[in-house]
Nanobody, 128 residues
Framework: QVQLVQSGGGSVQAGGSLRLSCAVFGYTYSSYCMGWFRQGPRKEREGVAA???????SYTDSVKGRFTISQDNAKNTLYLQMSSLNLEDTAMYYC??????????????????????WGQGTQVTVSS
C-alpha cells in the first residue's frame, strides 16, 4: 500500500522560508516523478515542482529561483525548500508520487491528478 505522509508547513511572514517534507512508503515504481502541488483559496490545484528518479527537476514559473525540490532516496523522503515567500504562495500544499518520468509534464499536466498517489496536504500561510 502506497502512503505519503507530509510534514512541515505553517505560518510565516512574507520574505520568510519554510520547508515541507513528504515521507513515502510502499512506492515501488522504478520510473517515477515526485512532485509538489498546491491549491490556493478559490483556485484550482497547480503543479509547483517535480523531480524524477535521476534528480532532474522542473518548476512552475512563479517559484523558479525561490523554491527547491529535492529528495533523499535513502530516507524515501521528498522535500520542498521555500524561500522569499509571498502572499501568493499561501495554499494547501500536497506531495504526490506519479508513475511518469518527465518532471515538466508532471508539473504542467494532469498525470498526477489521474495517476498519482497523494499526501494528506499541509497548509502554508504567508502574511504581510
Amino acid at each position: 500500500q502506497v502512503q505519503l505522509v507530509q510534514s512541515g508547513g505553517g505560518s510565516v511572514q512574507a520574505g520568510g522560508s519554510l520547508r515541507l517534507s513528504c515521507a513515502v512508503f510502499g512506492y515501488t515504481y522504478s520510473s517515477y516523478c515526485m512532485g509538489w502541488f498546491r491549491q490556493g483559496p478559490r483556485k484550482e490545484r497547480e503543479g509547483v515542482a517535480a523531480i524524477d528518479s535521476a534528480g532532474s527537476t522542473s518548476y512552475t514559473d512563479s517559484v523558479k529561483g525561490r523554491f527547491t525540490i529535492s529528495q533523499d532516496n535513502a530516507k524515501n523522503t521528498l522535500y520542498l525548500q521555500m524561500s522569499s515567500l509571498n502572499l501568493e504562495d499561501t495554499a494547501m500544499y500536497y506531495c504526490a508520487a506519479v508513475p511518469f518520468s518527465d518532471p515538466s509534464a508532471v508539473v504542467a499536466g494532469q498525470s498526477a491528478e489521474l495517476f498519482g498517489y497523494w499526501g494528506q496536504g499541509t497548509q502554508v500561510t504567508v502574511s504581510s
